[in-house]
T-cell receptor, first 113, second 115 residues
Framework: SQQGEEDPQALSIQEGENATMNCSYK?????LQWYRQNSGRGLVHLIL?????REKHSGRLRVTLDTSKKSSSLLITASRAADTASYFC?????????????FGQGTILTVHP | ETGVTQSPTHLIKTRGQQVTLRCSSQ?????VSWYQQALGQGPQFIFQ???????GRGNFPPRFSGLQFPNYSSELNVNALELDDSALYLC??????????????FGQGTRLTVV
């Protein structure tokens, strides 16, 4: 079953604007990861945030995690046309479920030049 | 480039046939997981292999089976193909079990079409 639910399902913005995507999940996690997928091909890992972390940055990406609300957000600042892709959150429950990721439905981001 | 290689990239099969998909994991990774991604959906976990043994399975029927070899490469086999098996199949390799909080590296996927 899909644990993560991304919101919105689709987002259309202009180059230079910020894009925010949200993810909610249902069960306890060890970490939460964000991935990007271009044109239905392989997934590219963007960032991993552990359950004991609240915020993490990587370049133009900022991820927050609120375990009390079971939610995470991905912020892409100063977006570029090349950021156009589908973005997925994935949860890893850890323990015996280590590495068995549960993905959401994804957010389709379109950045217009 | 993630170092994870999948073959073939595209495949067309007839309903009822069998298919084998292959994955070479990233050097040093002994855990391989397989996912099925239907069009417009997120990937769904099929199963995971660790040191040549199945180490967890998602909600997929037994006609989905796998193997992992001593060099940690892996195969996904699907018997008695159904139209709903049409999807992108993704392989992911990750570090040793126990080294938690490590990312998974995905291959480019195999696009399977069942007609």
């Amino acid at each position: 079953s899909q644990q993560g639910e991304e919101d919105p399902q689709a987002l259309s913005i202009q180059e230079g604007e910020n894009a925010t995507m949200n993810c909610s999940y249902k069960t306890s996690i060890n970490n939460l990861q964000w991935y990007r997928q271009n044109s239905g091909r392989g997934l590219v890992h963007l960032i991993l945030i552990r359950s004991n972390e609240r915020e993490k940055h990587s370049g133009r990406l900022r991820v927050t995690l609120d375990t009390s609300k079971k939610s995470s957000s991905l912020l892409i600042t100063a977006s570029r046309a090349a950021d156009t892709a589908s973005y997925f959150c994935a949860t890893d429950a850890g323990g015996t479920s280590y590495g068995k990721l549960t993905f959401g439905q994804g957010t389709i981001l379109t950045v217009h030049p | 480039e993630t170092g994870v290689t999948q073959s073939p990239t595209h495949l067309i099969k007839t309903r009822g046939q069998q298919v084998t998909l292959r994955c070479s994991s990233q050097s040093g990774h002994n855990t391989v997981s397989w996912y099925q991604q239907a069009l417009g959906q997120g990937p769904q976990f099929i199963f995971q292999y660790y040191r040549e043994e199945e180490n967890g399975r998602g909600n997929f029927p037994p006609r989905f089976s796998g193997l992992q070899f001593p060099n940690y490469s892996s195969e996904l086999n699907v018997n008695a193909l159904e139209l709903d098996d049409s999807a992108l199949y993704l392989c992911a390799s990750s570090g040793p079990t126990g080294a938690e909080n490590t990312e998974a590296f995905f291959g480019q996927g195999t696009r399977l079409t069942v007609v």
